[in-house]
């Protein structure tokens, strides 16, 4: 037995940024009223995180690429009939975190052009798509957050079944990076020239996405004040 490193440390801070943030999103949407700032807060926040993932998808080290785990069917069928060996995210698994973070972006998006009737609070581009399109999407923001917390219930199971009935200790190298192999090579590549090109196109899509560029119409005119 060896230890190697799975999973580099920014696809690490990645992770548990992003069970923070989205935790954080969700009782802070749930609480609604003034928390919707935060709540806006940590989507731009949220923005960033799932940019830099894709990004690292083909920037970052061997077990992050995408390259390594999205798999055809073939590999699903293989997995299924327990003829998969390798490390990093299974071929079953990888179509979990592709489907988290779909929904995710989902969620973001549909947030971005949300309205709250309570407080007038709305996404930033809410006054950009119009009405129509906003009330749409804030009734798909309401949806896409149940089935969210569904795929998270299950993929929460699945780790849990994994370190039970398969005593196979999945969290372990999401915290530390290393994992205990008969076989298989340690992570290679995503170095701090990919990690720097990385962050920064992720602070620039959250940057985007706060639309604090956006030109807000000038003020109407201040009412004249009487002379009396
Ligand atoms: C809001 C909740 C959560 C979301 C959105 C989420 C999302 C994700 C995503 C996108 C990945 C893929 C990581 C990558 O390749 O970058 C992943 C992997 C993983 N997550 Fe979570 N996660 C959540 C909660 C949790 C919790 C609470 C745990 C701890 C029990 C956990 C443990 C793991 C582990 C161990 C992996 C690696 C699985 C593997 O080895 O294939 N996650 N998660
Ligand atoms: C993954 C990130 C996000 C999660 C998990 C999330 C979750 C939620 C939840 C649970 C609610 C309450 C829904 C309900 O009352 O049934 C909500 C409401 C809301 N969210 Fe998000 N949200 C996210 C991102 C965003 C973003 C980026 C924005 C915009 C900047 C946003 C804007 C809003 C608004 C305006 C509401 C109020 C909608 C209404 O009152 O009908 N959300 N969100």
Redesign the pocket.
Known sequence: MKKVLV?DLP?RL??WL??VA??GAWLSGETGGNWLVWHARLGFLIVGLIVF?LVWGFAGSTY?RFAT?VRGPASIKAYLAGQWQGL???PL?ALS?LA??AL?ALQLGSGLVAFNDDTGFTGPFYDLVGKVIGDTATRLHHKIIDV?LIL?GL??AA??FYTRFKKDN??I??ITGRKEVRQGESARGGGLVALIVALLIAAAAAYGASGVWIEKPPAPPAAETPSW
């Open positions: 999973w696809t990645f992770h992003l069970v989205v935790g993932r992050a785990f990093g995210h299974n698994g975190v988290l973070l995710v969210l998270v993929h929460v780790i849990a999945l969290v190298p999401m």
